[in-house]
């Protein structure tokens, strides 16, 4: 639960603190507020902690910690499994 | 995957490895505790601890949000369940956390509405979505997940969502940090100060670690060469007399953590006077609980809890492995009682508490490999 994962920004959803990312291959909207002054754009990385953007990261970071949770086996597949169950309609909402 | 690499080479284990056997003087033993759980399951799985030196024992911390939850809140949580037309909330690894009779699992057989949501947002969506429903959210965790909690309670004020509510558990790392540093039952000599919950609150709190305890502390990452590079960085701070808190994991971590995280904690929350941790007993200052302006959306102001609190079972020994007198396989149920099929206690449970980590991982260690051959 306390699990951060990473996830890459396909597009900010106007009027709101939301944001579609992929999330090793789930596509879900997450809340972006936390990260919003550092500015974020599409194609950009963020550590996603239950739902909200903590903190942005570079590729590389991403990639590191992509495959340290994988490593981490259940605990990583109940994770995303979880980010799947509430997936949200990619169009507006949230 | 040239970027893991990047991370995991192992001639740079061994160079940084050799360095540590360098800055570490034979005659003495160290004692270093990793406060986050994500670092103990990282030392176990990657066997971290066979390019340390002998005298040189990382010793497990009390970073598992999960773990540290005590049986009388769980109980509150059920009882709130329990009541008419109520929904309860809550992240899926609190499912299995063991309550004085029985856990969530055991309720929801016996036909409470226990749902697992993966963010709060989802919680307070499905409010939304069942206007006639009583929505409560079971908070827990340390400042990594607190800033969460706090934008859904403000975004429940904002549309006035009154059939929404929070269960608050959340707890700071800080003053368990100090209640270990108090305590008579262990020596330490430095700290690997936890990576994600910093990305919150930043460097400067673990600053009275070193200046009123004298111990060094490294923020660190997660990778099995950030655990290694942040105990050659402790070692050199003991080697050139300092105490400092420094940060290995910059890549992630700003130094004052994340300003709009802690304000929307700081408009939503405050801290407890105490509040208890399962295995430490009651702590001062060491939780967080929802702001009188929000009292609407307090499950503890709506609800009259019972809030007894339930003393731990006598066999688990999860307090003496959260505070590291113990090493997990030293709990008298460690594998045999105690499984994370059938957890006993609160560290088997979640895969960020140390006797998970350690039945899952663990099992060629040093200190394993040494009782072997004894």
Request: overall charge negative.
């Amino acid at each position: 639960m306390c699990l951060a994962i990473p996830g890459q920004i396909e597009r900010l959803i106007p009027g709101t603190d939301l944001a579609t990312a992929d999330v090793s291959g789930v596509k879900r909207n997450i809340n972006v507020g936390l990260v919003a002054e550092e500015g974020i754009a599409p194609g950009e990385w963020v550590l996603i902690h239950v739902g909200f953007a903590l903190s942005k990261i570079d590729e590389a970071e991403a990639r590191a910690s992509l495959e340290f949770l994988q490593g981490l086996g259940q605990a990583f597949t109940d994770e995303i499994a979880a980010i799947t169950g509430e997936t949200v309609p990619v169009e507006g909402s949230g | 995957m040239r970027f893991v690499d990047e991370f995991r080479d192992r001639n740079i284990a061994r160079e940084l490895g050799a360095e540590i056997a360098r800055l570490a003087r034979p005659e003495r033993q160290y004692r270093f505790m990793e406060v986050c759980g994500g670092h103990t399951h990282t030392i176990y799985k990657h066997g971290i601890e066979d390019y340390l030196p002998r005298n040189i024992t990382l010793v497990h911390g009390p970073g598992c949000p999960v773990c540290v939850i005590p049986m009388g809140r769980v109980e509150d949580a059920i009882y709130i369940a329990r009541q008419p037309g109520v929904i309860l909330t809550c992240f899926g690894d609190m499912m299995r956390v063991p309550g004085g009779n029985g856990c969530f699992l055991d309720a929801r057989a016996e036909g409470a509405d226990i749902r697992m949501v993966y963010s709060p947002l989802d919680a307070l969506k499905l409010a939304q979505r069942n206007p006639e429903r009583r929505v409560v959210f079971m908070a827990i965790g340390f400042e990594t997940t607190a800033p969460s909690t706090a934008i859904t309670l403000l975004k429940a004020a904002a549309e006035n969502v009154r059939n929404f509510s929070v269960f608050c558990n959340h707890v700071t790392i800080v003053p368990a940090i100090k209640a270990i540093l108090d305590s008579p039952d262990l020596r330490l000599d430095g700290f690997l100060g936890p990576g994600h919950v910093s990305t919150v609150i930043g460097c400067r709190p673990y600053k009275f670690i070193a200046d009123a305890f004298q111990r060094p502390v490294v923020v660190a990452g997660f990778e099995p060469l950030d655990i290694l590079e942040s105990v050659r960085m402790l070692l050199k701070q003991l080697a050139e007399s300092r105490c400092d808190v420094e940060n290995q994991y910059t890549r992630v971590v700003p130094w004052d953590g994340n300003p709009r995280a802690l304000d929307a904690i700081r408009r939503t929350m405050e801290l407890r006077p105490y509040f208890e941790w399962r295995g430490l007993g009651f702590i001062s200052q060491s939780a967080l609980k929802v702001r009188e302006t929000f009292a609407p959306f307090d499950a503890e102001r709506i609800f009259e809890l019972p809030g007894v609190r339930v003393a731990d079972p006598k066999a688990c020994q999860c307090g003496e492995v959260l505070k590291g007198v113990l090493k997990p396989w030293e709990c008298k149920v460690f594998g045999t009682a105690c499984t994370p099929e059938t957890p006993i206690g609160t560290c088997m449970v979640s895969s960020e508490g140390a006797c998970a980590a350690y039945y899952n991982f663990g099992r060629f260690t040093r200190e394993r490999v040494q009782e072997a051959v004894r």
